[in-house]
């Protein structure tokens, strides 16, 4: 069986899915432990800042799986204090979706095609362009566009709602809540992540 935390409130929708197939699962705040009792960590909430370092450490050792907040990521990345930053990523605009909320069929995705395995369509909620160079692990459809106030300045495929560097997945969009858990195929999607970030571990249909 593997332990899985998830850092943040609510959730429950995610969490009976992780039981479903097999995983332990811990309602935690961050702490040192983690490092020892978790195989994946959630990050649904922004860190406090005297969680930070602890936050930084288990990037390197486990996989973590975030949800930055838009508004906080983008001020705190003004005075490169956003925990993100460090590995890499920035938001120096908040480029929001058209939509509030979107469905995303899997059949134009960009990533691997392994993430996608019975996956039809995904829902993101609150979506907003973030990419840093990362491998790419979700992405928008044709008909998308990112807004600058009135300017469309992304469009299509090269709008970014989802990245991976190493451990490390951070989505742009809410895709983990009840709600976006219940309107797609996010449950098959986040299962099949998981199952690569634990290095190819058989997850229990």
Same mark, same amino acid.
């Given at each position: 069986m593997l332990n899985c935390a998830i850092i943040g409130q609510g959730f429950r929708e995610l969490e009976e899915l992780l039981l479903a197939h097999d995983f332990a699962v811990e309602f935690s705040d961050v702490k040192k432990e983690l490092e020892? +009792?978790?195989?994946?960590?959630?990050?649904?909430? /922004?860190?406090? /800042?005297? /969680?930070?370092?602890?936050?930084?450490?288990l990037v390197k050792y486990k996989p973590v799986i975030a949800q930055p907040d838009a508004y906080v990521f983008y001020e705190k990345s003004k005075r490169r204090e956003h925990w993100l930053n460090v590995h890499g990523a920035y938001l120096n605009e908040i480029l929001w979706v058209e939509s #509030? /909320?979107? =469905?995303?069929?899997?059949?134009? =995705?960009?990533? #691997?095609?392994?993430y996608f395995v019975g996956v039809e369509y995904i829902a993101a909620i609150n979506p907003y362009h973030l990419y840093s160079g990362w491998e790419v692990v979700? +992405?928008? %459809?044709?008909?998308? #566009?990112? =807004?600058?106030?009135?300017l469309a300045v992304r469009t299509g495929k090269d709008v970014i709602l989802g990245q991976r560097r190493a451990n490390l997945v951070v989505f742009s969009a809410d895709i983990?809540?009840? #709600?976006?858990?219940?309107?797609?195929? %996010?449950?098959r999607f986040i299962l099949n992540l998981l199952s690569d970030l634990l290095g190819g571990a058989e997850i229990i249909s």
């Open positions: 020892f +009792n978790a195989d994946v960590i959630f990050l649904l909430r /922004e860190p406090f /800042e005297s /969680e930070i370092p602890a936050v930084s450490r #509030k /909320e979107i =469905m995303l069929s899997a059949a134009f =995705m960009k990533g #691997k095609p392994d979700l +992405n928008c %459809n044709k008909d998308c #566009k990112a =807004m600058l106030g009135d983990l809540s009840d #709600k976006a858990l219940r309107l797609g195929d %996010n449950g």
